[in-house]
């Protein structure tokens, strides 16, 4: 596993070693040994998967009480990731890291809980899968605005994006609850 540090060097994208043949291939998803070593030290409590189709725009979604840290990857389709810095303490507050990730690429994004997270889909499909580090506390979710100027993210999109209504109506950063 190559484990690199982003622009944020917390966010971290890994890239496991695949061995393949003509009947498929392999590759650890999760190898704690391995990622412990490279700094990512991660109990992880619950998986989730979604299927989306071209153009959803899911995010950017935190918990303000029981932050999660998160292990996401697709594995079928492409997305475009966002991790965006919320931890007002950080030299990086307020800035993303956006990387592709797909079926394809294998790649995962390592996001610790302090960030902000979402994606947009952009294959006709995709399915979406990610580790948290600690339960979905619905009560203490909170949504950054996903267009938001200050954050000056630059989503690929073709058009407007569909999103929840949530999403629609996320906190602006200056208004946003964060991390100390």
Request: glycine share 8%.
């Amino acid at each position: 596993m190559q484990v690199t540090p982003t622009a944020i060097p917390d966010v971290k994208l890994i890239e496991p070693k695949v061995f393949g043949d003509a009947r498929g291939f392999f590759y650890e998803s999760w190898n704690k040994r391995a990622l412990q070593s490279a700094g990512i030290d991660a109990d992880f409590v619950q998986d989730n998967h979604s299927r989306s189709r071209r153009g959803v725009l899911r995010g950017l979604h935190y918990q303000i009480r029981h932050p999660q840290g998160k292990l996401v990857r697709v594995i079928a389709g492409s997305v475009c990731d966002v991790a965006v810095d919320l931890r007002r303490a950080s030299p990086t507050f307020g800035r993303h890291v956006a990387v592709t990730l797909s079926a394809e690429n294998r790649a995962m994004l390592w996001i610790p809980a302090g960030f902000a997270h979402g994606f947009v889909v952009l294959s006709e499909d995709a399915e979406f899968l990610y580790k948290t580090t600690d339960y979905w506390y619905p009560e203490h979710e909170r949504t950054l605005l996903w267009n938001d100027p200050a954050l000056g993210i630059e989503w690929p999109l073709e058009g407007a994006p569909i999103v929840a209504p949530k999403d629609a109506t996320g906190s602006k950063l200056a208004a946003a609850e964060t991390y100390a």
